[in-house]
């Protein structure tokens, strides 16, 4: 949980965090990665994962051996798991303490999960180390908000807009 610490991760785009994440998923369920794997896992060519995985081989974020075989480097691991924790925390903020629609949530969540810097998933960490600290039902401005909910008004037509930053839509978009 700590090892978003280690690593400034803001230096990586969107894309780039979906492919290290497919990398990873692929890895832990079939024990290897290749491009055809992740091309096929993202929904893109292998044509554009070969592009998109160039800068991160020369990063040394991702390993190739001698039969083309893709792995994440110690660096590259640590990144993913930075990502993966600031999705999650940020996916908690927004459902479960806001009380936004769990969907959605997911959704945002996963568009900023590789922009929030390591200083702010350190304040959310903390705070919810505080939140589960606490004796149900929390805090009480946390259960009086949660069942309150002072915002109703506010949410009228506001149905889920636009999709998750899918692995495909991600990978289109180099710049971040
Ligand atoms: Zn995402």
Known sequence: MDTWKEFEQNVITHSAAHHLM???????????????????????????????LKPMKEAGLVLQDENRHLRLSEQGQRLVDAVK????????????????????????ACKMEHLISNQTAGRLVAFFRFVDSQEQPGPEFLSAWRTGRHDRELEAGSAPD???????????????
């Not at 990873?24 to 292998?46: E, K, M």
């Not at 908690?92 to 629609?101: C, I, Q, V, W, Y």
């Open 22 to 52: 497919a990398i990873d998923d692929l890895v832990s369920r079939l024990g290897y990665a290749r491009v055809s794997d992740i091309a096929r896992r993202l929904h893109i060519t292998r044509g554009s994962v070969s592009i998109s």
């Open 85 to 108: 924790n600031k999705r999650v925390l940020v996916q908690r903020l927004l459902s479960e303490l806001l009380g936004a629609d769990e969907q959605q949530a997911e959704i945002d």
């Open 162 to 176: 636009g999709e998750c930053m899918t692995d495909s839509a991600a990978s289109r978009r180099t710049s971040g």
